[in-house]
């Protein structure tokens, strides 16, 4: 009993046990609406005029009945969706992505979410790759812990920071900011455990604390990592062992503990902060403990009035890795502006700069981007990276990408 | 195996200052209001908050998320408004997937089993009004953004809410059952005078009946169907596609040949294509809120409406 895992799980149901119980209130509620609904009874007056007026009203729409049967035919159905990512790299000299390719259909991701049943909604996300397909989430949410607990268990981006819970298709940048890359893996920092957070404003505002404890990273962001590696490698040793091994081949269990805060300034704009920390040990030359911190703000500002016309985000993610014992600290960090110029039209910078685990020096670069949206389904954006290694050459790349999303795609976390 | 042990131990010891803290946040954590108190609503529109308000009055404390100047289409799921949800024992949300971009992230996000879809806490409030614009027949996006289950804006036929009432009646029944009495006469009331009124505002708005009117988007139908007015076409080609010159230049032909002297539009919309079509056609731009602003009640809030639009009913008549 020891066993951190089996704590959390103790804990878990225990929580249930108490929304079982909690759950037997409402039943007794109706019991006496029932008894109040025939008191109101007696008030005919109610009924009459109610029932003057919904002559008047008029009778619903015949449509209605049709509308009935149609949710109920497709609500036990989850909702299934869509997001197709497509690149085209315009580089002047020559390809950057993966293995050379000029066009790249980067991912095809399919959600599937649903309810469960009223005490668990599940979401499931699978990656296409080419011809792999990986599971990049999939977790089980509880809907009815009391105290404003809830769990997650399964596979999911780990909230490490910010940026690192968006999936790659949907990030403002058309990829992850360099120091993501380097720290925590190309697509992001994701893994299996379980994941506990609670809600809640002790100081005035929102907060929410996640504890996490999942299996080490498994080395699929590394192996991708190879591919583009051995391209950018090729001249230049330099680049070398590009992150994605953050705590690969990691046996043992990873601890991740994120306090997020959201501040409402204004109607308009809303400040939020973010402390992470995650800890693992590592196989290097010895067997050490490998300490993660991050530290995120993020600024949004969009006025309720002209909502759909104009926005401005303000961000910044600085991520340390501390290896084992003695050995060195290293740092990554990016910060990203992004305005909406109009209803459809976004402009944003991104500015990066990391020092590349197990390399010399540091790289330092950052991408331009303009971004047009037809709907809020569809998106084009033209994107310009440059990638300047303190000790090498320099890297520039032109990226054009199309995203398109089918189905009904849940909305996005804030 | 003994590796391993020790290693969970030395894990589980690291990991205790944050469970005794999480342990610490959750004890001191808001105990849930004594039944005396207000019961805490959260209603995702500023005009469902109102009718809380005038079936609840004292007895409720009603928050509403979408403020009064913001399209109901666009609100962000701020962090903040997921905390309110989280406390509320009854939330009312619109429904017909008008805030499907927001209210499920606030809903869920909460946490709160009180409020969820089926809980005695939850009112969607389009379950039993007069819905228009009900699409048939074989609907996707390439549509636009169309809402598979009718036009959402139903709170611009006033009449429609008199089955609203009754669905917040009923949830406040539910949660509240000691009053209930209580709130079936304050919605008694509340009918009454909207009969009452209802007869004012379709005297005011008799003049315009039967007028070709413009809008800006598919969100007037309601209003003008009750008061006849006749919308004979929207700047927008699709919802939510914006305005587009050879869109204009057809609905400007049309709207010459039939006459409009009316465009309606939100305040939350752009003013140069509606005032170019006004210049160019010779109509009103008439800006109706489509919720009630700080201070008004539902009544005060289509007492502003019905206003506004005769105004300039009789100002565009007179020219």
Redesign the interface.
């Known amino acids: 009993m ?3 895992t089996t ?1 959390f799980v103790v804990t878990l149901l225990v929580a249930a046990a108490t ?1 079982e119980a ?2 037997q209130e ?1 039943e007794a ?2 019991d ?2 029932a ?3 025939a ?2 009874d007696t ?1 005919e ?2 009924e009459a ?2 029932a ?3 002559g ?6 015949s ?2 009945p ?2 009935a049967r ?2 109920s035919a497709s609500s036990l159905n989850p909702d299934l969706s869509l997001i197709a990512d497509f690149l085209v790299d315009l580089s002047p000299d020559e390809a950057t992505l993966e293995d050379g390719e000029r066009y790249q259909l980067r991912e095809i991701e399919v959600g599937i979410q649903g309810a469960v049943d ?1 005490y668990f ?1 599940y979401d499931a996300f699978l990656g296409i790759h080419g011809d792999a397909i990986e599971v990049e989430e999939a977790y089980a ?1 509880t ?8 769990a997650r268990l399964g596979r999911f981006l780990l909230p490490f920071g910010k940026v690192n819970l968006t999936h790659r298709p949907e990030l403002p940048m058309f990829d992850l900011p360099l120091a993501h890359r380097e720290f925590l893996g190309e697509e992001g920092l994701s893994s299996t455990g379980l994941w ?1 957070s ?5 100081l005035g ?2 907060q ?2 996640s ?1 996490v ?1 999942a299996e080490g990273i498994e080395a699929h962001a590394h192996e991708e990592e190879h591919g583009e590696e051995e391209h950018e490698g090729d001249e230049d040793e330099a680049e070398g062992d590009h992150g994605g091994d953050v705590f690969e081949d990691l046996g ?2 990873l ?1 991740l ?1 994120h306090l ?1 805060s ?1 501040i ?1 300034l204004s ?1 308009a704009s ?1 400040l ?1 902060l973010g402390l992470s920390w995650a ?1 693992a ?1 590592v196989e290097e030359e010895a067997r050490g403990r490998v300490n993660l911190y991050g530290v995120d703000v993020t600024w ?1 500002w ?1 006025p ?6 104009r926005s401005a985000i303000l961000q910044a993610e600085a991520i340390w890795r501390a290896e084992p014992g003695p050995g060195e600290t290293r740092a990554g960090a990016f910060a990203f502006a992004q305005w909406q110029l109009a ?2 039209w976004f402009v944003g910078a991104r500015a990066d700069w990391a020092e590349p685990p197990e390399e010399p020096g540091s790289v330092a670069g950052g991408q331009l981007l303009v971004r047009w949206f037809p ?3 569809s998106q084009l954006r033209l994107a310009y990276e440059r990638q300047d290694p303190e000790f090498g050459e320099a890297l520039d790349r032109l990226v054009f990408q199309t995203t398109f999303a089918l189905g ?1 795609h ?2 996005h ?2 | 195996m003994i590796r391993t ?1 020790r ?3 030395s ?2 010891a ?2 205790l200052p ?2 005794v ?2 342990a610490w ?2 004890a ?2 808001p105990v849930p209001a004594a039944a005396q108190e207000r019961i805490p609503v959260v209603a995702t529109l500023p005009v469902l908050a109102e009718l809380v308000e005038a079936v609840g009055g004292d007895r409720v404390a009603v928050t509403a998320i979408a ?1 009064p ?3 109901p289409h ?7 408004y ?2 309110a949800a ?1 406390r509320a024992r009854v939330f009312v949300t619109a429904g017909m997937d008008l805030e ?3 209210e ?2 606030v809903r ?2 909460s ?4 409020i ?1 879809v ?3 806490g939850y009112v969607d409030a389009s379950a ?5 614009g ?1 699409p ?1 027949g074989r609907i996707d ?1 390439s549509r ?2 169309v809402h ?3 036009n959402p804006h139903y709170w611009l ?1 006033p ?2 809410a ?2 609203l009432t ?1 669905d917040i009646a ?1 949830a406040l ?3 509240d ?5 209580v709130y ?2 304050r ?2 009331r509340f ?2 005078e ?2 009452e009124r ?1 007869a004012g505002w379709r005297a005011r708005l008799a003049p315009l009946s039967g007028s070709p009117v413009a809008s800006y988007h598919e969100s007037w139908e309601y209003l003008a169907s009750r008061f006849g007015l006749e919308i004979v076409g929207t700047l927008e080609p699709k919802p ?3 305005p587009s010159p050879s869109h204009l230049a057809g609905l400007m032909d049309r709207m010459r040949a039939r006459g409009v002297r009316l465009i309606l539009k939100e ?4 003013n140069d294509n509606p005032a170019l079509v006004a210049r160019e056609t010779g109509a009103r731009v008439v800006e109706l809120p489509n919720q009630p602003q700080p201070g008004q009640d539902y009544f005060a809030f289509v007492d502003g409406l019905v206003e506004r639009l005769a105004a300039a009913g009789a100002a565009g008549t007179s020219r």
């Open positions: 020891t066993h951190p704590m929304t909690r759950a409402p509620a109706q006496t609406v008894a109040g609904a008191a109101a008030l007056s109610l005029i109610e003057r007026l919904m008047e009203l008029g009778a619903a729409d449509a209605a049709a509308v149609a949710a009223p909604r949410t809907l009815a812990l009391p105290a404003s607990l809830q506990g609670w809600i809640g404003a002790p505002f929102f929410e604390l504890i404890a043992d269990r601890w503990a997020k959201s409402d109607p809303n939020e800890t040990i949004r969009k309720p009035q002209f909502a759909k016309y209803r459809r709907t809020e389904f009904p849940r909305p976390a804030y | 042990h290693l969970c131990l894990a589980l690291r990991a944050a469970l803290a999480g946040i959750v001191s954590a403020t100047l913001q399209d666009f609100v962000e799921a701020r962090p903040s997921i905390l989280s499907v971009g927001w499920p992230l869920e996000g946490r709160n089993a009180a969820q089926g809980a005695p039993h009004v007069r819905k228009l009900v048939t996006r636009g953004d598979p289950h009718g036929d009449l429609n008199v089955p009754a009923l029944s539910r949660v059952p000691a009053n209930a009495g079936n006469d919605r008694r009918l009454a909207l009969e209802m939510g596609i914006p305040p939350y919309y752009e």
